[in-house]
């Protein structure tokens, strides 16, 4: 609609009338900041929070660390960004974790998959490339993928499925596991396609989502060592 009034605009000189926001047009909408916590039934690792770790050039995984983190660390804050149209906001959007660049520019990285043949176990990327995994939020604040595809479970040959549309299935298998990004090893969030993780390291968890200022009255958890190195 956009790239439509603006034609109009450059077509005719009365046009101009015409070309002002049309209510159709989606608008990105961007949460406040957020910081990610692991909820877990394993009291080790519950509690902890997700930070963007170096694992390459302008690219990170989003690794556990014990918080919480303080109110300023960049490296632990992300957002959720959704389109909005005509004032109805999308459930699924994309999430990013930002990094201050040159001047006044924020460079954003989108949270994807990093995939590996071979192994059920996907690492989580945040990167400045152009792919992003759609995400939002459950009742309770946990984070879902949306699946948009059918259970492949229950095929059957010839028997055509029907596809889950527009909601798509709200997939939560997030786990904790002991991931390589050569040559770097960390203790980061990971996606498990299906069934048991290949991996042995790795257990369940939900990601938990904290508004930044909560923080500040949650104050510091019981000191526990850190099981990873934080280099990025
Ligand atoms: C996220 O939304 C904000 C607010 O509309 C916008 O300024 C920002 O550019 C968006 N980020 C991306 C990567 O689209
Ligand atoms: C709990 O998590 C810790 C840290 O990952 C792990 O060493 C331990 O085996 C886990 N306990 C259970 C019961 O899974
Ligand atoms: C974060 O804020 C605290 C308190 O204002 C300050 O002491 C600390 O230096 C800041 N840290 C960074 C990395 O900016
Ligand atoms: C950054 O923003 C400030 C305030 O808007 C402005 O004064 C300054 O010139 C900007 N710096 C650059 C490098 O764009």
New binding site residues.
């Given amino acids: 609609m956009k790239l439509l009034t603006t034609l109009l605009a450059a077509l005719s000189p009365t046009a101009t009338v015409l070309a002002t926001t049309s209510s159709d047009d989606p608008v990105q909408q961007q949460s406040t900041a957020v910081f990610l916590k692991i909820a877990s039934s394993n009291a080790t690792i519950d509690g902890m929070f997700l930070s963007a770790y170096h694992i390459g050039a302008a690219q990170q995984t989003l690794g556990l660390f014990y918080g919480p983190p303080?109110?300023?660390?960049?490296s632990a804050i992300f957002y959720w960004n959704t389109t909005v149209t005509d004032g109805v906001a999308a459930d699924v959007g994309v999430l990013y974790w930002t990094m201050p660049a040159a001047g006044n520019l924020t460079a954003w990285f989108s949270l994807d998959f990093a995939y590996t043949s071979g192994t059920n176990v996907v690492g989580t990327s945040v990167s400045a490339g152009s792919g992003a995994q759609g995400v939002g939020w459950d009742n309770n604040d946990r984070l879902f993928v949306d699946g948009t595809m059918v259970d492949d479970s229950n095929f059957v040959p010839e028997d055509h499925p029907v596809p889950i549309y527009p909601i798509g299935i709200r997939l939560q298998q997030w786990h904790a596991c002991w991931i390589l990004f050569a040559p770097y090893y960390y203790y980061a969030l990971a996606w498990v396609t299906a069934e048991m993780p290949h991996n042995p390291t790795c257990q369940p968890v939900s990601v938990v989502k904290v508004l930044g200022h909560s923080i500040l009255i949650v104050g510091w958890l019981p000191f526990q060592p850190d099981l990873s190195t934080r280099t990025g």
């Fill in positions: 303080q109110p300023n660390d960049t």
